[in-house]
C-alpha cells in the first residue's frame, strides 16, 4: 500500500520510534513497538506474529499497538521516525464495506494467509482486541473508509509504568 497520512483532526501525540534497518515502514502503517538487544523498535502491523487465529493475533497486537507512522522508512534506513500515539486524533483507515455505528469497536484486518494488514481495518465485537472507535455514524451500506480513534497505545502503559516507578 502507499504513504497515505491517515490523520484527519484533532491533537497529534508524535513519538520518535526508532526502525531496523530491514524494516519498511509507510506513512498510515499502523506500528506496534517491539524489543531487540534493550531497544524499542516499531514494525508494521503487517509484520506482527501470527497467533492461532484472527482474534488472538489482535488482542496480542492490541498490547504493542503504538499508533500510525507518520513518517516513512525504507530497507536500509535507521533514522528515528514520528509515529501517532494520540488518544484525541481521528484518523481514516479503508475497511471492508459495512455500515458502522459511533464507538464500534474496530482492529487489524486479516491480510492474506496468516497476518494483519498494515492500513486496512476491520470491525470486532470483542474489547480486548479493538485499538480504536469509530467516530461518527456510517450508514451507507458500502462504506470503505472508515474515520477512528486511537484508543489502545502501548505508549501509555509505559508512561503509567514510569509514574508508578515500574
Not at 455500515?99 to 498494515?118: H, N, R, S, V, Y
Request: charged share 20%; aromatic share 8%; with cysteine.
Amino acid at each position: 500500500m502507499a504513504n497515505v497520512l491517515r490523520h484527519l483532526r484533532g491533537y497529534e501525540l508524535d513519538v520518535r520510534a526508532f526502525v531496523e534497518s530491514a524494516t519498511i515502514i509507510e506513512v498510515g502503517d499502523l506500528v506496534y513497538t517491539y524489543t531487540s538487544a534493550d531497544v524499542r523498535y516499531i514494525r508494521p502491523a503487517s509484520s506482527f506474529t501470527w497467533d492461532t487465529d484472527l482474534l488472538t493475533t489482535q488482542k496480542g497486537y492490541k498490547l504493542v499497538h503504538l499508533g500510525v507512522a507518520k513518517q516513512a522508512s525504507a530497507v536500509g534506513e535507521t533514522q528515528m521516525v514520528l509515529v501517532d500515539a494520540s488518544p484525541l486524533a481521528t484518523f481514516r483507515f479503508d475497511c471492508a464495506a459495512a455500515k458502522f455505528t459511533q464507538m464500534d469497536m474496530i482492529a487489524p484486518a486479516k491480510a492474506a494467509g496468516d497476518a494483519l494488514e498494515k492500513q486496512v481495518v476491520v470491525e470486532t465485537d470483542n474489547a480486548a482486541a479493538a485499538i480504536f472507535r469509530v467516530s461518527e455514524n456510517f450508514q451507507a451500506a458500502n462504506v470503505t473508509v472508515v474515520n477512528v480513534i486511537n484508543q489502545a497505545s502501548s505508549l501509555f502503559d509505559d508512561l503509567s509504568d514510569a509514574a508508578s516507578g515500574e
